[in-house]
């Protein structure tokens, strides 16, 4: 709901221009990295996926990009529509066994017409 | 159509009175996990369940019990509710498998008076 927006870091991008939102995980064990978009009144849903031994991962306008020697994480977003304005977050999963899934709070992207 | 349905999706109720929060997926998913999401702190696991019969908690289990008698099915149980359980829920599946993002329900917002 909008209440998850709250508190959350914004970046307010101009309709067309691309988008690029960070993250930061903890885990050097972490071994597989996932973005999530959540929209309005909605529960999150998986955009892009990388694994540990990729550095760059492509979809349909997204890249992800993974710098495990920093920990940091990147999502891109090409030619940024008002469809893309969400919240978006990160997820680092450790294959200790089970789905343990850590997941970042979330980066809130305005576009503007 | 594949997803995850959770009910009841918005609920006011008083302190002390037990309800139950019903989370089915047809995906037959044998990974199912429940969070709630609070403003500023981002997902955090409840409880989760690897099969049926089997559950764990997760890092803010106090409160809240679960069930996992068949595979479609993992409810999300407070026998006593308490105001700081006001919160955004979202139940999430997956294969068994690691290196597999969840799926994830649409949310049950809960205010406990």
């Known amino acids: 709901g909008e209440s998850v927006g709250l508190h959350l870091p914004t970046l307010s991008v101009q309709e067309g221009d691309n988008s690029i939102i960070n993250c930061a995980y903890s885990?050097?064990?972490?071994?597989?990295f996932i973005w999530y978009k959540q929209e309005s009144g909605k529960g999150p849903q998986f955009i892009i996926d990388?694994?540990?031994?990729?550095d760059k991962r492509q979809g349909q306008r997204v890249t992800v990009l993974l710098n495990k020697t920093v920990k940091h994480l990147s999502l891109q977003i090409a030619a940024t529509q008002p469809g893309d304005s969400a919240v978006y977050f990160c997820a680092e999963n450790s294959s200790g066994g089970y789905q343990k899934v850590t997941f970042g709070i979330g980066t809130k992207l305005q576009v503007i017409p | 159509e594949a997803q995850v349905t959770q009910n009841p999706r918005y609920l006011i109720t008083v302190t002390g009175k037990k309800l139950t929060v019903t989370c089915s997926q047809n995906m037959n998913h044998e990974y199912m996990s429940w969070y709630r999401q609070d403003p500023g702190l981002g997902l955090r696991q409840i409880y989760y369940s690897m099969n049926v019969e089997v559950t764990d908690k997760g890092d803010v289990p106090e409160g809240y019990k679960v069930s996992r008698k068949e595979k479609r099915n993992f409810p999300l149980i407070l026998e006593s509710p308490s105001p700081n359980q006001t919160s955004l829920y979202f139940c999430a599946s997956s294969p068994w498998q690691v290196d597999q993002p969840q799926h994830f329900g649409d949310g049950t917002r809960l205010s406990i008076l």
């Open positions: 885990n050097s064990a972490s071994d597989y």
């Open positions: 990388i694994r540990s031994n990729m």
